[in-house]
């Protein structure tokens, strides 16, 4: 059966910190991974994933894929308590089916 | 360019009335997908449409449940007779080919 699983469950940090959120994944025929930020209630993209190796960044956060290992992390540096969210992986197939992990609930203190 | 809006945002049935939950994908987008999270757990798949056509409803419990995409107007998803247990936020998500998808608000279903 497909899963993806999600590490750590919750975390807190101080502002200033970095963070890594890990994210495995065993998916038939996968063909990208994907990453959500789930703050109250909609998810919202962040990025998607095909290539290993390639790195995606956008401001503070960034995001690899590797698909022999079947692992992806996200990266917060310099976090903010604006990132205090529920970060989602999700693995496709490439079809519409995400797989979703339970997420990893951050929370920033100031 | 709006969202995918979703409508309601927060909806209350007793137990047995018919919840409908609405979603407008956003512009230029043909493929709509609906997914459930329950408390504390991830988000699940439960039907994905084109215009017209429900193309995978797998996730989608074949009893009491329905959804639709018309030609014209919003995707429903349609919940018959709700329990207890279809209290949850209902996502819809939409997106131009079957590439990443963008996410609405969600409706929060509470069955009292």
């Known amino acids: 059966e497909d899963k993806v699983v999600q590490s750590p469950l919750s975390l807190v940090v101080h502002e200033g910190d970095t963070v890594t959120l890990n994210c495995s994944y065993e998916?038939?025929?996968?063909?990208?991974l994907l990453w959500y930020k789930q703050e109250k209630k909609a998810p919202t993209f962040l990025f998607m994933l095909?290539?290993?190796?390639i790195e995606k960044k956008s401001g503070r956060l960034s995001s690899i894929l590797d698909k022999k290992e079947l692992f992806s992390i996200l990266n917060i540096t310099a976090t903010q308590t604006g990132d205090s969210a529920i970060y989602l992986c999700?693995?496709?197939?490439?079809?519409?089916?995400?797989?979703f992990g339970t997420g990893t609930r951050l929370k920033v203190l100031a | 360019n709006a969202g995918v809006m979703q409508n309601p945002r927060h909806l209350v049935r007793r137990r047995g009335q018919e919840a409908r939950l609405r979603c407008s994908p956003m512009?230029?987008?043909?493929?709509v997908y609906w997914y459930r999270q329950l408390p504390e757990e991830g988000l699940k798949f439960m039907v994905y449409?084109?215009?017209?056509?429900?193309?995978?409803e797998s996730g989608m419990p074949k009893e009491r449940f329905s959804a639709e995409f018309p030609k014209e107007g919003p995707s429903i998803l349609r919940i018959q007779q709700v329990v207890r247990g279809d209290s949850a936020a209902y996502f819809c998500?939409?997106?131009?080919?079957?590439?990443?998808?963008?996410f609405g608000q969600g409706t929060r279903l509470t069955v009292v």
């Open positions: 512009k230029g987008h043909s493929h």
């Open positions: 998500a939409s997106s131009y080919s079957r590439d990443k998808a963008f």
């Open positions: 095909t290539s290993s190796g």
């Open positions: 449409l084109q215009k017209e056509n429900i193309i995978d």
């Open positions: 998916v038939t025929n996968f063909r990208s």
């Open positions: 999700a693995g496709s197939s490439g079809t519409y089916k995400y797989i």
